[in-house]
């Protein structure tokens, strides 16, 4: 009985392990880019949020963006870009299962 005991508590860890790096394994990187839809010109310092997750980004001045490590489910992500002078812009993007994930993003002008 001692010994079942030992066994137990050493295979507990492996377990806890094993669980831990499926969580882990549903983070993805999304990239993206983000215009005006009337032009096609890239959008700079854009505010762009994922629902959820914990922090914010600005596009750059070519308009891009990235979110590194971003958790995933089934449901996708929904993504919400806002600019001032142009109408706010929110999406459900599906998560490609691969390590990246690329997003176009076009805002009207209000």
Aim: hydrophobic content about 35%.
């Amino acid at each position: 009985m001692k010994k079942l005991f030992i066994l137990a508590m050493l295979c507990l860890p492996l377990l806890f392990f094993a669980c831990s790096r499926v969580i882990v394994d549903n983070t993805v990187t999304i990239n993206g880019f983000v215009c005006d839809s009337e032009t096609g010109e890239p959008l700079a310092n854009v505010l762009l949020t994922i629902v959820g997750h914990a922090e914010s980004r600005y596009t750059g001045d070519d308009g891009n963006f990235t979110f590194p490590n971003v958790e995933y489910n089934d449901k996708g992500i929904i993504l919400t870009a806002k600019k001032s002078g142009y109408k706010p812009n929110t999406r459900n993007f599906e998560i490609n299962r691969s390590s990246s994930t690329y997003v176009h993003l076009t805002m009207e002008k209000e």
